[in-house]
């Protein structure tokens, strides 16, 4: 703390409070003479009261040379101030950035009262009471954006704006917030200062570092003071990603606990009307798991709901998620132009479309320009082959043939060191067996308990010589009695090291042939960029045609509420685009073209918001403070005129001397 | 009697007096003093005037030759069987020129005032009137007389009274007593700042010879309430002592030692039937008269 003086010019009057001590010497060195009559009894009482009436006299010098100090100093207009580094703040500008956070765990409530609610209250509290030169408010949500572009003096916009707002359902990009309060006061001059306002949850913050800078003072104030129990929807997963009609889809919704008791809730399924509920179990401050078993009847894009009993904190009671149901897998079969036994792959595969319903099969000789297939056979895998024209969601089985060089491998292993010539054909005419490497791959969970065989029964005679595959490299599923790779996942595709043709092995005459292939199809197709996406709330949601638009057709979005939201079109290099014009809030999005919903985009709760653990924000840099203190600090910063207190302290003083001085004072008796 | 020009004593003074009879009771000691024969034969004994007999009258004293040429009963009056002595004592020392800043007239001219009307009272009445003026001894002493001339004398002595230097009331007392040949009334004017031990004590004599003594203690209203001032040096006017004090902050115990003093002086008064009386300069002086008839 220091004191400073408004008021310098009155400076010297410091100097009047030694009159009185001025006066008192010189009245004791020059007093004014009285002849008086007798000093006999004067002289007798002074020797009796002289014990008391010297300290009594320094007293009452004393009281009126310190009242006379507290007029004077009232007048020099005495300024107490925090720091007195902070001298020039009392005159100096003040920026301040108001940085508060809006996202979902603000709109949880404590005591009837949201977090938000409190945050900005104490914003405006402060805003009234700090009274910057020049203020601005940050809102730190998934779009961190500020209310004016820069600092302004118009503090009761801010105060309205604080008023209007309302928290958002998403999380928030906290780092970009606070780049942009920093932006904010780079223009700024003077006493520059980040008021941070929020709960500082655990589970967004615990991992954010603010930044340090001499330039202005972070300080943050903490608005929750108890964590609201709450029970959350945190995912919502199913298998297969791309169901069959008729497959079973096992949809799995995770529910965390967040609060001290076990809890016992239903969770309810709404698949495109077919509807399941179940109850859990959930641990205090853990998670379960809800499953359903679902088999979709119709192809198409189903919206998939899961819902909680609502709670306090309901935003996270719902989740979304959109499935995709085919009515059949694609495979093409590429085979070489020579009619040699590899030919009869091709008629294998016919022969395997015909026999699986769900299974399409084409087959041409050179590979198609514009293919999208969930498949493609390559039976002839070799260097010369181009494979950069293929569509990205296709699953690639690619069968190796010589020539194939190590760098064709590399295109899909890079970290595959391969010696050069390690590739080469070999051949066995008794042929070799193949051997299961990863046998809980789905793919072979029908042959768990042997009733289906052995997946890769019979012999196998003709082959590419491959090194063994790292596990960092590739998944091998299958390898020979050797330990060349016969079946193994590059990627999203897979290395088929396995003659079908009869000529060159006996696997398609095997019973578990069938049931393999069609286990394998079903889950070694991979979703294609773009499909099972979910957004989070906050985000800008987007939706491609997968063809080119009928002349005329309007696109549609319909928000969750029924609410017709205007979208906006974007020609992008992979195709048009149309986009939401705002954040969006959770729920499910319908798409519709010429009034006929073609799309689903599912909009979730972000689950980190669902903790609404807080932690203590003083492990992040800047002070930690409550608007209270932040007020009284200001003002000390500014500077509190300490005139109230002087003046009181000049009454005090006058009363005190004026109270000594007629102590032992009766009054007098009548003549 | 005929007015004067005298300073001390005023015109309307002099009406006033007029109403009061010092001189009724001193004729009684008059008549009484004749008629116990005094015994102090060989002193000088002044005629003093003829007077009709009436019944009761000692026939010793008729003037047979008044008798002869007249026909009449006439007896012959001397001063000594007719009139009652009045001592005036006047306190002249330093302190009684004390005059305080809302006071006219300082106690010496007050007490002056009162002398010269006691004087006036008792010589209109035949009586006798001394004046002694004393500080720390005494500094003039008018012996008793009755006269107009007398008067004059004491009313110029007073004119032309200063005061003195430090007060012994005691010390003039005991010096005055030779010197005060017959009993009467002694009258002392004072501040009496001095010890009543040691005034009482000089008294003695007096009270064994039968002397009715008043003690008329004259104080300015500043005395007795200390002036309202701040730091001051006071000076001691019989002594020059000087003590620097705060008189406001001393007043309370000034007047309880003032007090004290003055009930000293009324117990010793009481117990010695002297009366006693306290004045201040702002009262009227004639109240004590009231206390002398």
Known sequence: ?671 | MASTAHRFLKPEDILRLNNYEFGAKAMVEGYLAGKHRSKQRGASIEFHEYRPYTPGDDPALVDWRVYARTKRHYLRTFEQETNLECHIFLDSSASMGFKGSQSELSKLEFSSFFAACLSWLVIKHRDRVSLQLFDDKIRTFLPPGSTQKHLNEILTTLEGNEPGGETSLSEALTRSAPLIKRKGSLIVISDFFDDPTAIFQSLSPYLHRGFKIHLFHILDPEEATLPDMNLTRFIDMETDKRLTLHPKHLKKAWKEALQDHRRNLRQFSTRRNVDYAPLLTNQSYFTLFDRLT
């Open chain 1, 1 to 671: 703390m220091s004191f400073f003086l408004q008021n310098t010019q009155w400076l010297w009057a410091l100097l009047i409070p030694l009159l009185p001590i001025l006066v008192h010497l010189i009245a004791r060195t020059m007093p004014p003479k009285y002849h008086f009559s007798s000093l006999t009894f004067l002289t007798e009482i002074i020797k009796k009261t002289a014990r008391w009436q010297r300290p009594k006299d320094m007293l009452i010098l004393l009281f009126r040379c310190l009242a006379l100090l507290a007029l004077i100093l009232t007048i020099l207009g005495l300024t107490l101030l925090s720091d007195k580094d902070k001298k020039e703040s009392a005159t100096a500008e003040s920026t301040t950035i108001l940085l508060i956070d809006r996202t979902a765990s603000m709109m949880a409530k404590e005591g009837g009262t949201s977090r938000f609610e409190i945050a900005t209250q104490k914003a405006q509290d402060l805003l009234l009471k700090l009274n910057p030169d020049h203020a601005n408010i940050v809102w730190i949500d998934a779009s961190p954006e500020a209310v004016y572009p820069l600092p302004g003096a118009n503090l009761s916009f801010l105060t309205e704006a604080l008023q209007k707002a309302d928290p958002y359902p998403e999380s928030g990009h906290i780092q970009a917030a606070l780049q942009l309060a920093l932006s904010q006061l780079q223009s700024s001059s003077g006493k520059k200062e980040i008021i941070l306002f929020s709960d500082f949850q655990e589970s967004t913050w615990k991992e954010i570092k603010l930044p340090e800078n001499a330039d202005f003072t972070l300080r943050k104030i903490p608005v929750s003071t108890k964590v609201p129990e709450n029970l959350a929807l945190t995912s919502l997963n199913y298998s297969p990603t791309r169901p069959l009609i008729g497959q079973p889809l096992l949809i799995q919704a995770t529910i965390a606990n967040y609060t001290g008791d076990a809890r016992s809730q239903f969770v309810t399924l709404d698949l495109g009307g077919i509807r399941q509920s179940h109850e859990i179990e959930i641990p205090a401050w853990s998670e379960a798991e809800a499953l359903f078993s679902v088999t979709p009847d119709k192809a198409g894009t189903l919206p998939i709901s899961v819902s909680l009993e609502p709670d306090q904190f309901s935003g996270d009671d719902h989740r979304y998620a959109v499935v995709n149901v085919q009515e059949s897998l694609t495979l093409h079969v590429q085979t070489p132009s020579t009619s040699d036994s590899t030919g009869h792959e091709g008629e294998i595969w016919e022969a395997l479309g015909k026999a699986l319903p769900w299974l399409e099969v084409t087959a041409s000789t050179e590979l198609p320009a514009n293919l999208s297939t969930d498949f493609l056979y390559l039976s002839e895998w070799s260097d010369a082959v181009d494979l950069t024209p293929l569509e990205k969601n296709t699953t690639l089985l690619l069968r190796p043939s010589s020539p194939l060089s190590p760098s064709s491998l590399k295109t899909f292993t890079p970290n595959w060191e391969i010696p050069e010539n390690a590739l080469a054909p070999s051949q066995d005419k008794d042929g070799w067996q193949i051997l299961l490497k990863a046998p809980k791959h789905p793919s072979f969970t029908l042959f768990k308990n042997g009733e289906f065989g052995n997946p890769f029964a019979g012999t196998f005679k003709k082959r590419l010589f491959l090194p063994s595959l790292p596990e960092e490299v590739g998944l091998t599923l299958a390898s020979y009695e050797d330990g060349v790779p016969a079946l193994a996942r590059l990627g999203n595709h897979y290395l088929w090291n396995l003659s079908m043709a009869r000529a060159e092995s006996s696997w398609s005459d095997q019973s578990s042939f069938l049931p393999f292939i069609g286990e394998f199809l079903l889950n070694a197709r991979r979703t294609s960029e773009g499909e099972n996406l979910s957004f989070t709330a906050g985000s800008q949601i987007s939706w491609s045609p997968k063809a080119e638009l009928p002349y005329g057709a309007t696109v549609q979005l319909i928000r969750h509420d029924s609410l017709l939201l205007e979208s906006k079109k974007e020609i992008r290099p992979e195709g048009s685009y149309f986009t939401s014009p705002y954040r969006t809030t959770p729920g499910l999005y319908h798409w519709k073209l010429s009034n006929q919903t073609v799309s689903y985009t599912p909009v979730n709760f972000p689950s980190a918001e669902s903790d609404l653990r807080t932690m203590d924000p003083n492990f992040l840099l800047g002070e930690t403070t409550d608007a209270e203190t932040l007020t009284r600090k200001a003002s000390l910063d500014r500077g509190v005129p300490l005139w109230k207190w002087l003046l009181l302290l000049l009454a005090l003083f006058l009363l005190l001397e004026s109270l000594l001085s007629n102590l032992r004072k009766t009054p007098l008796p009548a003549a």
